[in-house]
């Protein structure tokens, strides 16, 4: 129920399309599947 349930059919949805790379501007709200995803945020994506 809430943000973490949409946060893991995000997840499921992923895994069902064989995805491993999620570029969000949340990156928080997926540390809890570190080792599942790899997860980045567009600020790390720029340059210095």
Known sequence: MGKKAHDTRILAAMRIHNVS?????????????????TVTE???????
């Open 42 to 48: 567009p600020k790390d994506l720029t340059r210095s």
């Open 21 to 37: 790379h999620l570029l969000t501007f949340n990156g928080d709200d997926f540390k809890r599947f570190q080792g599942i995803i």
